[in-house]
């Protein structure tokens, strides 16, 4: 393990041109994204772009996919529609009349994933127009959501100050995020994500995408430069309803209680051994009073990282219980480590 000492030392870095080679991406797409503030850098007194090499460990995630599509063939339906004074409910009506949709538990859960995610352009987007693509199938249903405004990572990373676009991915997991309180809870997506199949939501140059069949999640170069495209399957039959989701992430009072952080996506690597990493991870969280630590894909922690997030986090902020899980043998050790010093 590294000592904790390690965050204050500077980080060794390598130029655009290594650090590309690194990621496997062209030098013109990382400097996009760099330029954009979706992958962190720094500048040198002359101006040139500089990498942490500890930012360049998790090359694979941010290589673009070749999926072209949600699913193919063409749509079973689709409309284009003016942003302004646009009503979600009232084009769920419009291809539920069009389509013959039949009430079942996964067209409930379309509907739900379906009009949360339009409003969430209507009202959050700043777009002129949105475009939608609807599918059918016997054992599939799936739409695609896509606007032309500033693009929703940058959104909330302006709206409630984060660094960068890669961070503002990240916050999106939590729940509760959301650049409009008043009108918003930030639960749309937390709770399309984990309700779905597949929801893959790209913007700004990066694609999240939650692969709920696999319990796999991912962040990625993405080629929606302008605005924001939601894509999303179901798989019928569902592997559960929505209300079993609502279930697990809300309390008797049907409140949204729990969050379930994944803690790879908080980072640019699978090893995590900082105090900073930890407190980023749990920033904005005490809303919760429960909150799962998912460790699945990370390698290793440090014990500064285990230190602050079990022991130091948890004794400032007394009735939020943190609750680890899917860690490999590693991880596990150091955070029963962390539990002994902590209790």
Do not use: C
Not at 63 to 85: H, I, K, N, Y
Not at 112 to 128: C, P, Q, R, V, W
Not at 217 to 241: D, F, K, M, N, W
Not at 292 to 304: L, M, R, S, T, Y
């Amino acid at each position: 393990m590294r000592a904790d000492f390690v965050e204050d030392s500077p980080p060794e870095t390598v130029g655009i041109g290594e650090a590309a080679a690194r990621l496997g991406i062209p030098e013109k797409t990382l400097r996009r994204l760099a330029d954009s503030g979706a992958f962190p850098s720094t500048r040198t007194p002359g101006g040139h772009r500089r990498f942490a090499t500890s930012d360049l460990v998790a090359g694979p995630r941010y290589t673009p996919s070749m999926t072209p599509s949600l699913l193919d063939g063409p749509a079973d339906w689709s409309g284009s529609f003016e942003r302004d004074g646009l009503d979600e409910s009232i084009v769920w009506s419009q291809l539920d009349a069009a389509l013959g949709l039949e009430a079942s538990d996964a067209i409930r859960l379309m509907n739900y994933a379906f009009t949360e995610m339009l409003n969430n352009a209507i009202d959050h987007s700043e777009g002129s127009r949105i475009e939608v693509r609807v599918w059918v199938r016997s054992t599939l249903l799936g739409f695609s959501i896509r606007d032309d405004g500033v693009g929703v990572f940058a959104r909330l990373r302006t709206g409630i100050g984060l660094e960068s676009d890669l961070q503002a991915a990240a916050e999106l997991t939590k729940g509760k995020r959301t650049t409009w309180p008043e009108r918003h809870t930030g639960e749309g997506i937390f709770f399309t994500s984990k309700a779905v199949s597949l929801f893959r939501l790209s913007a700004n140059g990066i694609r999240l995408t939650v692969d709920n069949r696999r319990d796999d999640y991912a962040l990625g170069v993405g080629e929606v430069q302008r605005g924001t495209l939601v894509e999303v399957e179901i798989a019928v039959p569902l592997a559960r309803s929505l209300r079993d989701v609502f279930e697990e992430f809300t309390d008797e009072d049907l409140t949204f209680s729990r969050s379930r952080p994944r803690v790879e996506l908080f980072g640019t690597g699978l090893t995590f051994v900082s105090r900073s990493e930890a407190r980023r991870l749990l920033t904005d969280m005490t809303g919760f009073t429960d909150i799962d630590i998912d460790f699945a894909g990370v390698q290793d922690v440090g014990q500064g990282f285990v230190d602050e997030l079990l022991r130091v986090w948890p004794s400032q902020h007394p009735g939020i219980t943190l609750h680890p899980m899917n860690m490999n043998e590693a991880v596990s050790f150091m955070v029963r480590r962390g539990l002994r010093a902590g209790s």
